[in-house]
C-alpha cells in the first residue's frame, strides 16, 4: 500500500495515461486501462485567477468541494460568490473556449485487478465527467448510471478507461468489461474506506505557488463517496 510513500496517481497529461509514484513517473504505452473505481468524491470545483504558469504550483483563488458552497477555507475577500450556482465564475463564455472559468473535476479512486490493495487517484476534467461522444462512448455520470440502472455496483466491475481519440484535449470515457472474482471483490471491497482511498478522493488545496515538478501536476470528476 501506499503509505508513507506519499499519493499514488494517475495522471492523464497530454491523453497518456501515466502512474506517478514515490517520486517516480512511468508513461503506459497503451491508450486505455483496465481498473476498478473503488471510491469516488463528489464533483468539485475551482477557479483560478492567476494566469496559469507552468513553472508553479497553481493555487486556486475560490474552490467548492460539493459545488454549491464556496469552501470554508476560502478567505472571504477571495470568495467570488455566495453561491456557486450565481457565480460570474460559472457562465459559459467565462472562460476559455467558451467554458466555464470555475472548471470543475472529479477524484475517483481506482487499483488494478492484480494489485487491488495499491490505490491511485485519478482526478478528471469536466470533460470526462458529463456526457458522451457521438459513438456512444460514455463519461462518468452515464456510466454510473448504466451500472445504477442494472443494478451494479461498481465496485465489482472491471472498468475499461480510455481516451477519447477524437478529442484535442484529454478525455476519458468509461465501459464494463468484466466482473471480478468473489477472492479478488473481497479484496477490493476491504479498500472502499481505507486510509489510502480516502486520501485520494480528498479535495486537497495548495497553500502556496512553490515551483513544480513534474510529478505534481493534477489535471484539471456524479458517483459518491458512501
Not at 484529454?170 to 472502499?192: G, Q, W
Request: include cysteine.
Amino acid at each position: 500500500m501506499s503509505g508513507n510513500n506519499g499519493l499514488r496517481r494517475i495522471s492523464i497529461r497530454d491523453s497518456k495515461f501515466r502512474l506517478v509514484a514515490n517520486g517516480e513517473e512511468v508513461t503506459l504505452e497503451s491508450g486505455s486501462i483496465e481498473a476498478v473505481i473503488v471510491n469516488a468524491a463528489p464533483v468539485s470545483r475551482a477557479y483560478y485567477g492567476d494566469a496559469y504558469d507552468p513553472n508553479r504550483v497553481a493555487v486556486p483563488t475560490c474552490w467548492s468541494p460539493d459545488t454549491q458552497l464556496p469552501d470554508r477555507e476560502v478567505p472571504q475577500e477571495q470568495r467570488q460568490s455566495a453561491r456557486c450556482m450565481d457565480c460570474p465564475q460559472n457562465i459559459r463564455g467565462s472562460g476559455s473556449y467558451g467554458g466555464r472559468a470555475c472548471r470543475f473535476s472529479q477524484r475517483l479512486a481506482v487499483v488494478f485487478r492484480d494489485d487491488p490493495e495499491e490505490v491511485y487517484q485519478l482526478q478528471i476534467p469536466a470533460t470526462s465527467i458529463f456526457g458522451s461522444t457521438n459513438s456512444g462512448d460514455k463519461g462518468m455520470q452515464h456510466y454510473a448510471r448504466l451500472l445504477a440502472k442494472h443494478d451494479t455496483p461498481v465496485v465489482t466491475i472491471i472498468t475499461k478507461i480510455y481516451f477519447d481519440e477524437d478529442s484535442v484535449v484529454p478525455k476519458l470515457c468509461f465501459k464494463p468489461v468484466d466482473r471480478l472474482d468473489e477472492d479478488t471483490l473481497t479484496r477490493v471491497s476491504a479498500m472502499i474506506d481505507h486510509e489510502d482511498t480516502i486520501r485520494a478522493i480528498t479535495m486537497s488545496i495548495p497553500t502556496t505557488s512553490e515551483p513544480v515538478s513534474p510529478f505534481s501536476v493534477v489535471e484539471g470528476f456524479e458517483l459518491n463517496a458512501n
